[in-house]
């Protein structure tokens, strides 16, 4: 036994909340179940797997018992099979669940066969009562030569929509041949969100603590808040079904712990709120309900890997000082609450595909403009920014050769530099981005994909196209565009490296697509890969947030939203802000002026050229494939998810295809798509 896998072994069994079980020869089961005979005894949440490896599977459950009191343990029996009947077993394993982790279960299977598909259930009451069937699979081996085939999710507020799209990529799935079904699922993020009041399609009960926020609306704050809210979010039977059916990998954003969060930090009202118990809770429960294997995570041969379980951490709420934007801020209660888990690794899943996951909260520095000087600029925290301020101050003391101003001049406002004397900004902090870094170089995989929680292309409004008192604006500082300096390393570094890159997000509640350059601040610039932004399963959608927004008599009104039937164009709402991002504010206004797309676009030529294709009021998934020819990418577009399913799945309103092969030396790409198939979104519109 390799000593990573005693090491391993060592620590799942030494009472950190996790059971470990070895895969023996097939077995008939001592016990067999009668499903559910004990009413008194179920599992409300369902089972999940997660973070499978070529010989192994982390599997999850958690069981509730009617007829004893909460604090009482629960013991269970866990069995692995290759059969859905559990004629025989693969492997089987007898444990206890507690009310210390909330009576959910992480059990370690190990010594599997590889690429194959498995069932596994949880038993209790002497085998009187099972939990759902559940079915998983293990990775292939790192030399197999096959396609890799997955999707991927994003952003799911339980109160704004429900779960259908997670139905309709079940039903499509078991229509499939054995080959072209999926491997597993990617969530990015968002899996809760930590306060209610994000949507009224369905409701959250109110939490244990209260979790009252002075005058706003009620967020998590104890470990039994965060509890309460996946509990919620679990009741949903189409998610259920789909972690019952795959397994599924996580990276976290930031609705885990609290909105637009860095650190230990919340943003709700100075952008620097101390949250450190918060942070623990919403760690300790992340943990709790999230199938993901973290300590001794091995990575591919000879990386190194600082996934960690979570660890309890004694902590008080205390402020933070970030002025300097360097780093971990030097507190000691900001340090343990972040170092209380680690989750950001990776997975090789055959011969092509090399899988990088991060965090992109826990370590981040504060986001570039202060708040209460983008509330000058902007009157937004973190949107609409002029990109002339995040520019300047994101690259702090570095801007322009060592040599930045003490003051920065935005339209007829003078804004002091308060960022002259900080270090540059940063969203993966130095341990993590080393390890990225090491592992992207090291990658033998034909593609990198990496999967992590916000965009990494701008997405930019030049608004000094149609008012030339304006400037062209970041629509938002807490994605990859409040990061400049960060971002051109890295994917400077990726091109040194001749890595063909596919990075897949979230966060923004809507679709997009295009090519990754090494600083998008150049024409000409060779492509090294692209990006593919999922929206929202549920959140509402970033178009239907600025029409809320953005009152009827604003003049930038056209750049988001104008009516179709006085220019000829046969809907009521013409959704005009994907074409602001695709061709830019003067091709929107010309648009809602002329009614002619022709001539919008010949007007247009904005500040995102990277971009290949935007639909902003989506909901939905993506779907991918990856090979030794390409990568494959499907975006999935819904309806707003706002009246239950049941058992029907989701209609789907467009599928959006593309296909990224490489093209010319290494690390080059070429983009195909979209090519789209239902309904298109505008300015996609036949001419």
């Known amino acids: ?83 859905h009947d559990f004629g025989t077993v693969l492997a089987e394993r007898a444990l206890t669940v507690t009310a210390a982790s909330d009576h959910t279960a992480r059990v370690f299977v190990h010594d599997l066969p590889s690429d194959s598909v498995l069932f596994y259930r949880f038993l209790a009451g002497d085998g009187a009562a099972a939990s759902r069937r559940g079915r998983t699979r293990t990775a292939p081996s790192p030399d197999a030569d096959r396609p890799v085939r997955f999707a991927y999710a994003s952003c799911q507020a339980y109160e704004a929509g ?10 499509e799935d078991k229509e499939a041949p054995p080959e072209e079904k999926l491997d597993f699922v990617l969530h990015l993020g968002d899996f809760i969100y930590e306060g209610l009041g994000y949507g009224d399609a369905r409701s959250v009960p109110p939490f244990p603590s209260g979790g009252q926020h002075g005058e706003g609306t009620p967020h998590a704050k104890t470990a039994n808040d965060y509890r309460h809210l996946y509990r919620t979010y679990l009741s949903d039977p189409h998610l ?89 801020v030097d507190e000691p209660n900001n340090q343990a609450a972040v170092e209380s888990m680690s989750i950001y690794r990776n997975f090789q899943w055959g011969r092509h595909l090399e899988l990088v996951l991060t965090d992109g909260r826990s370590y981040r520095t504060p986001h570039p403009v202060p708040p209460e000087i983008n509330q000058k600029l902007s009157g937004s925290d973190r949107y609409l920014t002029p990109l002339k301020a995040v520019e300047v101050f994101d690259a702090g003391r570095t801007y322009d050769d060592g040599h930045p101003p003490e003051t920065i001049e935005i339209g007829d406002q003078t804004i002091p530099n308060v960022r002259r004397e900080s270090a540059p900004g940063s969203m993966l902090g130095d341990r993590q981005k080393e390890w990225w870094k090491n592992t992207v170089a090291r990658s033998t995989a034909t593609w990198t994909v990496w999967g992590h929680g916000v965009p990494l292309m701008p997405m930019r409004i030049d608004l000094g196209a149609v008012d030339p008192d304006a400037q062209t604006v970041v629509m938002t500082t807490d994605t990859w565009d409040g990061y400049l300096t960060e971002r051109r390393e890295l994917l400077s570094f990726v091109q040194d490296a001749d890595t063909r890159l596919v990075s897949l997000s979230g966060d923004n509640h809507n679709s997009f697509a295009g090519l990754l350059h090494p600083t998008f601040e150049s024409a000409g610039e060779t492509p090294i890969g692209a990006e593919f932004s999922v929206c929202g399963i549920s959140s509402p959608s970033l178009f239907r947030a600025f029409v809320q927004a953005m009152s009827d008599d604003s003049p930038l009104r056209p750049l988001i939203a104008f009516d179709g039937r006085p220019v000829d164009l046969d809907v009521e709402q013409v959704e005009a802000l994907n074409l602001t991002f695709l061709d830019g504010a003067k091709a929107s206004a010309t648009a809602a002026r002329t009614g002619n797309l022709d001539q919008a676009k010949e007007a247009g030529g904005g500040p995102n050229d990277h971009l290949s294709y935007v639909d902003s009021n989506a909901y939905g998934i993506g779907r991918v494939t990856v090979d030794a020819r390409g990568v494959d990418v499907e975006l999935i577009t819904t309806p707003p998810p706002v009246t239950p399913q049941r058992e029907k799945e989701l209609e789907v309103t467009r599928r959006a295809h593309f296909t990224l092969r490489p093209a010319g030396g290494s690390g080059t790409v070429a983009l195909e798509g979209p090519e789209i198939e239902g309904e298109p979104p505008f300015p996609f519109w036949s001419k």
């Open 1 to 83: 036994m390799p000593s990573s896998r005693r090491a391993f072994l060592k620590t799942f069994l030494s009472g950190t909340g996790c059971f470990a079980a070895a895969a023996a020869f097939p077995f008939a089961p001592s016990e067999p179940a009668r499903p559910n005979g004990d009413a008194d005894v179920h599992f409300p949440q369902g089972v999940a797997s997660g973070d499978p490896t070529p010989d192994s599977i982390l599997l999850w459950t958690r069981v509730q018992r009617a007829d004893a009191p909460t604090e009482h343990p629960v013991p269970l029996v866990v069995q692995v099979s290759r059969r």
């Open 162 to 171: 429900y779960y259908g799209v997670y139905r309709t990529l079940i039903n």
């Open 240 to 328: 259920q079904a789909a972690r019952a059916r795959w397994p599924f990998l996580h990276v976290w954003d930031d609705h885990e712990f609290t909105n637009d969060a860095w650190q230990s930090a919340a943003t709700y009202d100075s952008g620097a709120d101390s949250a450190q118990s918060r942070k623990v809770a919403a760690n300790r429960a992340w943990f709790e309900y999230i199938p993901a294997r973290l300590s001794d995570h091995e990575g591919d041969e000879g990386g190194t890997s600082h996934a960690q379980d979570f660890r309890p951490a004694e902590v008080t709420d205390a402020p933070l000082d970030a002025s300097d934007r360097t780093g971990l």
